[in-house]
């Protein structure tokens, strides 16, 4: 048995907005790729899919990111002073997980994107444009509401050419969320508008506004399974542990830079002079210079790292070495700095 599904363009652009969809999305890839489902694919959902997805996206991501925004601009400006900067580390960590979780977005598009790919879609035939335009003279769903419903109609219309190649076994799903257009008014949006009800047996051919719920009934075990993996999936680090981590491997790689300098001050290659020498000094000669009193400053907080980090300051191979660094320029990377920015 396949199930041939036509699957709307609203139900294409929510699955986008919430990572919660991405197990169904996971599913019907499974299913398709396995032959138990088949897309019914218009080329006019192809094309609505693609002028709105960047809309879509973009109001997905932004939505959460400016309630957030708001909320964290009222603690700074109402909060009493006490518990204030423990409340915003909390909704910084927040934020970090909302610009972590809109990577969803992408993902959904991507899957969504590639499934296009497995069918030949459906071109808009003149047999179906001048059915869709009957439906808009007789007035008839989708043209039931006082609104260009041509879309809607050649899409409908492609599911009635489909279904009529129906095989003996095979099942038939029209899915949509576009209630309005598509369902009862007034009553349970469930079922399909009475002009489309002779169109869905119930059986052979179903009208569904939730994919999930149609799906669970042809594979329940493998959606529960794809769930169980996104779910346990590995999660992303929190800023706060990511921070600890920049700030640690900042001193490390201070302080080994630091000995560079004790290198040359030891050899004779930098000397130490004061701040009126330092200063009475040209450029070229500066080179070679550093004012004493920054020098004890810098042995200061060399002693201070060694008393925080203790055996955590190497000495390490170059390989070692190279690591450190690499870690340090990839944490600052998802921190928002350019990548090998390694400064001190």
């Known amino acids: 048995m396949t199930l041939n599904l036509l699957i709307d363009t609203s139900v294409w652009l929510d699955l986008t907005k919430d990572s919660r969809h991405l197990p169904l999305l996971d599913a019907l890839s499974a299913m398709t790729e396995t032959g138990e489902v088949t897309l019914i694919l218009p080329q006019i959902i192809i094309d609505e899919f693609a ?73 808009v035939s003149d047999s179906i444009k001048a059915r869709a335009a009957d439906r808009a003279i007789a007035k008839v769903a989708p043209f039931h509401r006082q609104m260009n419903g041509i879309g809607d109609a050649i899409i409908i219309e492609t599911y009635i050419d489909a279904l009529a190649k129906c095989k003996d076994g095979d099942v038939f799903a029209f899915v949509t969320h576009n209630i309005h257009d598509f369902s009862q008014k007034g009553a349970d949006t469930r079922l399909p508008h009475p002009d489309l009800i002779n169109l869905f047996d119930g059986e052979s051919s179903r009208y569904s506004t939730n994919l999930g719920a149609l799906l669970s009934e042809f594979a329940n075990d493998l959606i529960e399974e794809i769930k169980f993996d996104r779910e346990y999936s590995q999660e992303p680090r929190q800023l706060s542990e990511l921070l600890e981590v920049e700030q640690r491997l900042t001193q490390q790689v201070w302080y080994n830079r630091k000995w560079g300098i004790i290198d040359r001050v030891e050899r004779g290659d930098k000397k130490l002079v004061s701040k009126e020498a330092w200063e009475r000094a040209t450029p070229e000669e500066r080179l070679g210079l550093m004012v004493d009193t920054i020098w004890a400053g810098m042995l200061a907080a060399m002693k201070r790292t060694e008393e925080e980090l203790v055996d955590d300051l190497g000495p390490w191979s170059d390989f070692e070495w190279g690591m450190i660094n690499g870690k340090l320029s990839a944490i600052r990377w998802m921190l928002g700095d350019e990548w090998d920015m390694l400064d001190t």
Do not use: C, W, Y
């Open 51 to 123: 002028r709105n997805r960047d809309r879509v996206m973009a109001a997905s991501r932004a939505s959460l990111s400016s309630h957030f925004k708001r909320v964290r601009e009222a603690i700074v400006q109402f909060a009493p002073e006490e518990g204030r900067a423990v409340t915003l580390a909390q909704l910084n960590e927040v934020d970090h997980r909302i610009a972590t979780g809109g990577e969803a977005v992408n993902e959904a598009v991507g899957l969504i994107e590639q499934l296009f790919t497995t069918t030949e879609p459906v071109p």
